[in-house]
T-cell receptor, first 112, second 113 residues
Framework: EAQVTQNPRYLITVTGKKLTVTCSQN?????MSWYRQDPGLGLRQIYY???????DKGDVPEGYKVSRKEKRNFPLILESPSPNQTSLYFC???????????FGPGTRLTVT | QKEVEQNSGPLSVPEGAIASLNCTYS??????FFWYRQYSGKSPELIMF????GDKEDGRFTAQLNKASQYVSLLIRDSQPSDSATYLC?????????????FGAGTRLAVHP
């Protein structure tokens, strides 16, 4: 089954404790993205990757890091999480010319 | 900054009625347009895409595109309570060296029995 997976689905952590949210897709897609979604603000892109070892900042990259060492994986790293990073996070993937973007199930992060 | 604008709603319609959701976009060069449905706490799922001016129908859904007016709409006929969700309009714009998918903030639809 074609899918994007994310782990963990729910995470409660404390300020400053480094965390990683994993994302994996099995569709051989070139493009992968991370979004955060907050009430009233819609989906905002954090980082994106056009292929292995090619990443760039989206609209709200501050406080986040990513890497793309393999085509299927695109982890999101929060080196020192803060309460303003409490949000619902989605990973997504699509082909370079693709019309459909596939989303992972989401990770709900709470930073206290 | 290229933008996609939607009325946040909620748009409340009775069961069986037509729901009309609207979206405007700022990039005249955009060529691809999408409607996603998102249930609360769930991930967005693609329900329609449209590339050409005019109407595109798929079951109870019709997407309408007017590039001259930079306007996209989604009509849902015979609305059902299960259609209650947030509908996200998305547009592909060439930005930062690649084709970026830009989302509106979404319109919340409530279908009441």
């Amino acid at each position: 089954e074609a899918q994007v997976t994310q782990n963990p689905r729910y995470l409660i952590t404390v300020t400053g404790k480094k965390l990683t949210v994993t994302c994996s897709q099995n569709m051989n897609h070139e493009y992968m993205s991370w979004y955060r979604q907050d009430p009233g603000l819609g989906l905002r892109q954090i980082y994106y990757s056009m292929n292995v070892e090619v990443t760039d900042k989206g609209d709200v990259p501050e406080g986040y890091k990513v890497s793309r060492k393999e085509k299927r994986n695109f982890p999101l790293i929060l080196e020192s999480p803060s309460p303003n990073q409490t949000s619902l996070y989605f990973c997504a993937s699509r082909t370079s010319g693709g019309s459909e973007q596939y989303f992972g199930p989401g990770t709900r992060l709470t930073v206290t | 900054q290229k933008e996609v604008e939607q009325n946040s709603g909620p748009l409340s319609v009775p069961e069986g009625a037509i729901a009309s959701l609207n979206c405007t976009y700022s990039d005249r060069g955009s060529q691809s347009f999408f409607w996603y449905r998102q249930y609360s706490g769930k991930s967005p799922e693609l329900i329609m895409f449209i590339y050409s001016n005019g109407d595109k129908e798929d079951g109870r859904f019709t997407a309408q595109l007017n590039k001259a007016s930079q306007y996209v709409s989604l009509l849902i006929r015979d609305s059902q309570p299960s259609d209650s969700a947030t509908y996200l309009c998305a547009v592909i714009s060439f930005s930062g060296g690649y084709n970026k998918l830009i989302f509106g903030a979404g319109t919340r639809l409530a279908v009441h029995p």
